[in-house]
């Protein structure tokens, strides 16, 4: 089961989410993913020169995000002809539930091409699969849904390292083109679920923020997440991945985790 649109605008800055935004955690809160990309939109559509790609963004989750309608808000809080920071928040319920900021580095076509790092191809992309599920997650999970998924290795119900590609079968806002930036922060936030090391029926693994780091804009819409997890001895964890397309790398993930007993 998918539907149209992860939001549905209802202003110039405000937006009512969907049941593809669903965390896997509880329906009735949101996937940190679409939350990720609709700040990234929003600081993507702030300033003069909204051209410059973004080249890294955070995003810090002050807590479950409900769903029902949010607002967002954006600036510029350092411009720059090469190099410009943002910064975005998003309120729900008269309460700021995120907050993001992100660098945008101006690029040259070919400026350094004759000393880029070679390219590492990722495997081709798979067949579609039958039979595989959510890991326990009911199978109308919205999220789950409005994303395609072909796993290379591991899966929603293996512990341990997963490489899947993705492509995300919807848009971010209802009658609007979605980014190649705002299709990598949807899916990127998964990183730390695809890859969790204990199982999630037994253990929450929440990051409580998202680090995306950008070497270039994905050239296509199947993206390919390669993400592996750590716990350490005290209660907290790292996520860290890497999204790649049919070129190589496009960007780099990392995830502080708390992770602790249901």
Same mark, same amino acid.
């Given at each position: ?63 479950? =995000? ?38 945008? =580095? ?79 922060? =949807? ?65 780099? =993930? ?9």
């Amino acid at each position: 089961m998918t539907v149209g649109a992860f939001y549905l605008p209802v202003g110039e800055h405000e937006f009512e989410s969907t049941p593809a935004t669903a965390s896997p955690w509880d329906f009735s809160l949101q996937h940190g993913g679409p939350p990720a990309a609709l700040l990234a939109r929003a600081m993507q559509r702030c300033g003069a020169d909204r051209a410059t790609p973004l080249a890294r963004v955070t995003v810090d989750f002050l807590g479950g =995000i409900p769903q029902g309608r949010l607002r967002t808000e954006a600036r510029v809080l350092r411009p720059g002809r090469r190099v410009e920071l943002l910064e975005a928040e998003m309120w729900a319920d008269g309460k700021l539930a995120v907050q993001a900021s992100a660098w945008r =580095i101006r690029q040259r076509d070919g400026a350094t091409a004759g000393v880029a790092t070679p390219a590492v191809l990722p495997p081709p992309v798979p067949p579609p699969s039958a039979g595989w599920s959510f890991g326990g997650i009911s199978p109308d999970w919205g999220y789950g849904n409005a994303i395609e998924w072909r796993f290379v290795a591991g899966g929603f119900a293996d512990p341990g390292p997963a490489s899947v590609w993705t492509r995300v079968r919807i848009p971010l806002v209802a009658g609007e083109q979605t980014t190649p930036e705002q299709r990598a922060m =949807i899916v990127a936030d998964s990183a730390n679920g695809l890859s969790g090391e204990l199982p999630m029926a037994d253990w929450l693994f929440i990051p409580p923020t998202l680090t995306v780091t950008f070497q270039r804009v994905p050239a296509s819409e199947w993206m390919f997440l390669d993400a592996a997890s750590t716990i350490g001895p005290n209660g907290t964890g790292i996520a860290q991945g890497t999204i790649s397309d049919e070129r190589g790398l496009v960007c780099r =993930i990392s995830q502080p985790l708390l992770v602790a007993p249901r």
